[in-house]
């Protein structure tokens, strides 16, 4: 920092590992609500509250051990879900060989567009359930699997309709965003 100037954007990054009291709560308080929720782990669930409000532009695993008081193994498997599930991004850094994590700035729509991965994977297990009760045979009057074969069909449609949801939910929350950002542009980064 040069004399007679206040710290940068980058000093308040570097100080940012161990939150201040409001954003610590706030983390906390958002692990809770996403665990009760939506069932996400609760160490999982800090770590994206945590990336989602430090200033700093990428967070290394012994980062967030320090931030959020984990285990390395806890860290760790956090992270790679994150990623997984399109909450988080790796970040590399040229010449370290650490391991860095960063929300990114649309953090929903990032796991929207990740969540078609889920979907074709449910998709595809649920059909080959379905193929494995059709190979039996049983059709037609007393067909004994009708019900199974009907919530496998069911199932499987469900999460191709669903996808393809998906397409028209990113396309109408990218139109939000450019009507927020147009009427309001003083809350755009």
């Not at 040069?2 to 710290?7: E, F, L």
């Not at 990054?13 to 939150?19: K, N, Q, S």
């Not at 051990?65 to 984990?70: C, D, K, N, T, Y």
């Amino acid at each position: 920092m040069s004399a007679g100037t206040g710290p940068s954007v980058r000093d308040h990054a570097r100080d940012d590992v161990v939150l201040e009291p409001e954003r610590q709560a706030f983390v906390e308080e958002f692990a809770l609500m996403f665990s009760d929720m939506a069932g996400m782990p609760l160490t999982d669930a800090r770590v994206l509250g945590y990336l989602m409000v430090t200033r700093a532009p990428h967070s290394s695993s012994s980062d967030l051990q320090v931030a959020l008081g984990a285990s390395s193994g806890a860290i760790s498997m956090a992270a790679r879900r994150l990623v997984d599930s399109g909450f988080v991004k790796r970040h590399t850094v040229p010449g370290e060989r650490s391991h860095y994590f960063r929300a990114e700035a649309d953090v929903w729509g990032s796991w929207l567009a990740g969540e078609r991965r889920y979907l074709d994977r449910q998709r595809d297990l649920i059909g080959r359930g379905l193929a494995i009760v059709e190979a039996g045979g049983h059709a037609g009057d007393g067909d004994v699997d009708a019900e199974v074969r009907e919530r496998l069909r069911n199932g499987r449609d469900y999460m191709q309709w669903l996808r393809g949801h998906h397409f028209k939910m990113l396309e109408e929350w990218e139109a939000f965003k450019a009507a927020r950002d147009e009427t309001d542009p003083a809350e755009t980064p």
